[in-house]
């Protein structure tokens, strides 16, 4: 699977927009992007994923820019339950990927009250 | 629908002894892969199970071995401990095998003195 690249941590306030960015310049055009967060003392939970056309969910929202070097994970609405781990990964084919999941270091993001 | 559920959540064990953890996955869920998390190395693929059989394998010392049940539940089986082996396994289930999300469990903690 391709590299992705994603800051080690962010910060934000309570009730704001969260602009999670992550590079991943090698992408192949059969990779999907997909987001997963990690909440303290949990497992990994599943956010979102994408192919080429920006997704949105009840959780989240993805952007992926034109030439799918870089994308986006938007948090409309920053809660302090969202503080978490979030890891950009990328998959080939929806159902591809013969080594599971590829962990990178994630984005530690820290909501402030 | 239950959620992936994951025994024990804590172990401890000692050097050279050996340990079975078990995960039952989401019902309907054919596929179970499980992960080791440290906080050196992240969270590693060991391998996946789908109808009985490991299909994938990570980079991982023969000493950890799993299998699958026809119920879809899986253990893993780590041989020999050492003190490196100490770490949060986690176990993911999806639908199909490399399927594009996948529903990880709350994790077992391994402590090995």
């Known amino acids: 699977d391709a590299k992705t690249t994603q800051p080690n941590s962010m910060e934000s306030n309570e009730e704001e927009p969260v602009h999670l960015p992550c590079n991943h310049s090698?992408?192949?055009?059969?990779?999907?992007i997909h987001w997963y967060r990690q909440l303290p003392s949990q497992g990994p939970e599943y956010v979102i994923h994408?192919?080429?056309s920006n997704v949105n969910n009840r959780m989240a929202s993805l952007a992926i820019a034109e030439d799918r070097k870089s994308s986006t994970l938007i948090l409309h609405r920053a809660t302090l339950r969202d503080a978490a781990v979030y890891y950009c990964?990328?998959?080939?084919?929806?159902?591809?990927?013969?080594?599971?999941?590829?962990f990178g270091k994630g984005t530690h993001l820290i909501i402030q009250p | 629908k239950a959620g992936v559920t994951q025994t024990p959540r804590y172990l401890i064990k000692t050097r050279g002894q050996q340990v079975t953890l078990s995960c039952s996955p989401i019902?309907?869920?054919?596929?179970v892969s499980w992960y080791q998390q440290t906080p050196g190395q992240g969270l590693q693929f060991l391998f996946e199970?789908?109808?009985?059989?490991?299909?994938n394998k990570g980079n991982f010392p023969g000493r950890f071995s799993g299998r699958q049940f026809s119920n879809s539940r899986s253990e893993m089986n780590v041989s020999t401990l050492e003190l490196g082996d100490s770490a949060l396994y986690l176990c993911?289930?999806?639908?199909?095998?490399?399927?594009?999300?996948?529903?990880f469990g709350p994790g077992t903690r391994l402590t090995v003195l």
């Open positions: 993911a289930s999806s639908l199909e095998i490399g399927g594009d999300t996948q529903y």
């Open positions: 090698t992408i192949s055009g059969t990779d999907y």
């Open positions: 199970y789908f109808s009985e059989t490991q299909r």
């Open positions: 990964i990328l998959r080939d084919y929806p159902g591809g990927g013969a080594d599971g999941l590829t």
């Open positions: 994408g192919l080429t």
């Open positions: 019902s309907g869920h054919r596929s």
